[in-house]
């Protein structure tokens, strides 16, 4: 079966463009999945209904990428989970991804998207020792509740970084680290931003 994914950002925005798109490549109507997410840091429902209901042999459609995916190491991983399944991936606008045909060019460009977020990822952690050093430089003492790894204690310290910085939203940093959202207010804690978190939440 063929599956399409639409998404806006506001309730502002329409959905036709996309599903009127996906009507003329002949997808039902009952088998498009929407989603309207005024922020980044709702959780995308429909999508992840999407991905439980499809199976081996079926496709996925969006009009383009960035309706489904939130940056390239959330990218990677859908399609990472979509080729476990055995499920195909199209995009409308971008036909360069398309991997319902056995197309060594769009394997190719899937993979140098792979290979991008992993330099996020390597960028993240030379990032959290930078941040690491500097905060040494400052004197700053690192202390942690017993049994806290220094693994998650670099995540911590990159995690009140972008908190600071607040120019990414939760769902996106939790993407960034592999972390849930419950873990990245647990992580704030520890680097003593209750206080702040009081504040942000209110």
């Excluded at 994914?5 to 009507?23: C, G, H, K, P």
């Excluded at 939130?70 to 499920?87: A, Y």
């Amino acid at each position: 079966m063929i599956f399409g994914y639409a998404r806006v950002s506001t309730n502002e925005q329409n959905l036709n463009l996309q599903i009127d798109a996906f009507l003329r490549e002949g997808i039902k109507e009952n088998n498009i999945y929407t989603d309207r997410i005024s922020s980044a840091r709702e959780e995308r429902k429909s999508l992840n209904r999407l991905f439980t209901y499809v199976r081996e042999g079926d496709t996925i459609v969006v009009w383009k990428l960035d309706r489904l995916a939130r940056c390239l190491i959330h990218f990677t991983k859908l399609m990472n989970e979509l080729e476990e399944k055995g499920v195909k991936f199209k995009s409308i606008t971008e036909p360069f991804i398309d991997t319902t045909k056995k197309s060594s060019h769009s394997k190719f460009l899937i993979n140098m998207f792979a290979a991008l977020a992993q330099l996020e990822r390597d960028i993240i952690i030379e990032r959290t020792k930078a941040g690491l050093e500097s905060a040494r430089r400052r004197g700053k003492v690192f202390g942690a509740p017993k049994g806290i790894s220094k693994k998650i204690q670099q995540k911590a310290i990159l995690c009140e970084e972008y908190f600071n910085e607040g120019r990414i939203a939760v769902t996106e940093i939790c993407e960034r680290l592999d972390i849930s959202r419950a873990t990245y207010y647990k992580y704030l804690r520890y680097r003593g931003l209750d206080g702040k978190l009081r504040l942000y939440k209110k």
